[in-house]
């Protein structure tokens, strides 16, 4: 409602942001990003500490289409929205601003037939007993 008072199309309004240089960011449009980036920030965090408590990750990359200046306020905004979940028992990771930009994503999907092929057998700590393959 905000952005499209502001007479911008919400369905495209962050490659709307990625296409602007930072000098041309209206207080409008970042006080609307602020609000957006609020909401964002905490279900991330939540969503980060969700995964560590599964897997210790050692870092996050917060990567995508937003400008480098926003993607390294995202980042900070998530940062200190982790700090506010209990944590406890678990490895805080290492929040870092990705550099690929808007690629970020076809690049990520791009690696999954390399990992598919030649990461290491996951499914093998899931086998039971009967699957197990024998050890000659």
């Not at 930009?101 to 086998?127: M, S």
Request: contains cysteine; proline residues 6%; glycine residues 6%.
């Amino acid at each position: 409602e905000a952005l499209q008072s502001m007479g911008q199309n919400p369905d495209n309004a962050l490659q709307q942001l990625a296409d602007l240089p930072d000098s041309d960011l209206s207080l409008a449009i970042l006080d609307t990003f602020q609000h957006w980036q609020n909401q964002a920030a905490a279900c991330l965090a939540y969503a980060i500490s969700s995964a560590v408590s599964v897997i210790d990750f050692e870092g996050v990359v917060l990567d995508g289409i937003l400008p480098p200046s926003l993607m390294r306020q995202m980042t900070s905004a998530v940062e200190r929205e982790l700090d506010k979940i209990d944590t406890e028992g678990l490895i805080k990771p290492r929040l870092l601003a990705g550099q690929v930009g808007g690629e970020a994503r076809a690049l990520g999907g791009a690696l999954l037939p390399f990992y598919a092929n030649f990461a290491p057998d996951r499914d093998v700590l899931l086998r039971t007993e009967r699957e197990a393959v024998p050890i000659m």
